[in-house]
């Protein structure tokens, strides 16, 4: 069995709490590093949690960022409310700026993009998010890493006790949860589960994917089906 070494940002989010719930669990993946501003509150022996306040400037951390097979990268804020100077600044450039440190001490690394359905790789459609995460997309593509993928998912379901940051985001959980298999049932393309994309942000780690662009539909495929069980 291929062994790794996994880094996560963003790993308090609802999405980065699934992939770090999966990558823990995943017998092949050895050590697991976690960056952010403040801890996850996670105890395990794979666990090696980095606090860091200056996500745009890790020179004082890049000695520690070394060794690793994989980045789940899962920051990411809503654009409600901001300009798109400011999204493009916390989404675009941020990404870039940790993307571009662990490439150059890790060559090797397979890089993973949580972006959202809908993203425009053309970067000149009428929705600003889309353009400037298309944006974020492309320009990861164009970096040396080993590989690089851009999960898309739709709308996903926190299973395991995990819960949204975003207020609105949790009241929405809680009104679709007693109806969530009938919506996996009928809208099986247009839903996931943080437990499937965890799953399935670590196996592209391992194995890779056919496609660099990975929709809904691919995400559930990759991460073994939509679990159902909240």
Known sequence: MRTMNIIIFGATGMVGQGALREALLDPAVTRVVTVGRSTTGQQHPKLREIVHANLFDLSLIAHQLTGL????????????????????????????????????????????????????????????????????ENALFKMPFKAAYMFRPGFIQPLHGIVSKTLLYRAIYVITKPIYPLLARFASNYITTTEVVGKAMVRVVREGASERVIEQREINGLGGGRQSTI
């Open 69 to 136: 097979d994989g980045c789940l990268f899962c920051l990411g804020v809503s654009s409600a409310g901001m300009t798109e100077a400011d999204y493009q600044r916390v989404t675009h450039d941020l990404t870039l700026s940790v993307a571009q440190t662990l490439v150059t001490r890790n060559p090797q690394m397979t890089f993973v993009y949580v972006s959202g359905a809908g993203t425009d790789s053309s970067e000149r459609g009428g929705s600003m998010w889309a353009r400037v995460k298309g944006a974020t």
